[in-house]
């Protein structure tokens, strides 16, 4: 079964930071191009960012509003996405999202920021 | 960046009429990478349709897409319950991929 599952959400304060994991299975991970895709409450989707696979350049592409201080990166050994959040805002409040061709969809890590 | 309208905002219809919903961008999507998907309350978006026209794996054929440059259109043909929800469109030609504001399809 093709599945995405997110890990490491929480509450965190302005300022801080936290990773969020997201384990793939069921598909060549190494293959698959990643992106994280956020939804703050009750408002749209936006995408955050993407990670190519190494073979096709590993470039990896932010938003302007995470730019700087969001860092996406993945582990093929481990076929497992990452997304390192520094500097967190209270506008980062949100369910982050991972997806595989944006057919897959993980079911969503809550991050809220709040003091 | 390619800025995504959709409109209209909300479309209020009952079920067995015929959904119209449009997404302009403000420039032309390159190779008309447009993708369309479904949100439900609570669920992860669902894909519909990508490559502008082209339907995902396992979504019925009362949903359709077209268009080119910078305008699309998602056609449900004749609404079913299960399909009130929130629509968006999405662009994935050029970085930073981005999604339009999404409309709401209730019930009228």
């Known amino acids: 079964e093709v599945q995405l599952v997110e890990s490491g959400g929480g509450l965190v304060k302005p300022g801080g930071s936290l990773r969020l994991s997201c384990a793939a299975s069921?598909?060549?991970?190494?293959?698959?191009?990643m992106s994280w895709v956020r939804q703050a409450p009750g408002k749209g989707l936006e995408w955050v960012g993407r990670?190519?696979?190494?073979?096709?350049?590993?470039?990896?592409d932010y938003a302007a509003p995470v730019k700087g201080r969001f860092t996406i990166s993945r582990d093929d050994s481990k076929n497992t996405l990452y997304l390192q959040m520094n500097s967190l805002k209270t506008e980062d409040t949100a369910v982050y999202y991972c997806?595989?061709?944006?057919?897959?969809w993980g079911q969503g890590a809550m991050v809220t920021v709040s003091s | 960046e390619i800025v995504l309208t959709q409109s209209p905002g909300t479309l209020s219809l009952s079920p067995g009429e015929r959904a119209t919903l449009s997404c302009r961008a403000s420039q032309s999507v390159s190779s008309n990478y447009l993708a369309w998907y479904q949100q439900k309350p609570g669920q992860a978006p669902r894909l519909l349709i990508y490559?502008?026209?082209s339907r995902a794996t396992g979504i019925p054929d009362r949903f359709s897409g077209s268009g080119s440059g910078t305008d699309f259109t998602l056609t449900i043909s004749r609404l079913e319950p299960e399909d009130f929800a929130v629509y968006y469109c999405?662009?994935?030609?050029?970085?930073?991929?981005?999604f339009g504001q999404g409309t709401k399809v209730e019930i009228k």
């Open positions: 990670i190519k696979s190494k073979a096709d350049g590993g470039t990896i």
């Open positions: 490559g502008a026209s």
């Open positions: 997806a595989y061709a944006f057919d897959i």
């Open positions: 999405q662009q994935y030609g050029s970085s930073p991929w981005t």
């Open positions: 069921g598909f060549t991970f190494s293959n698959a191009w």
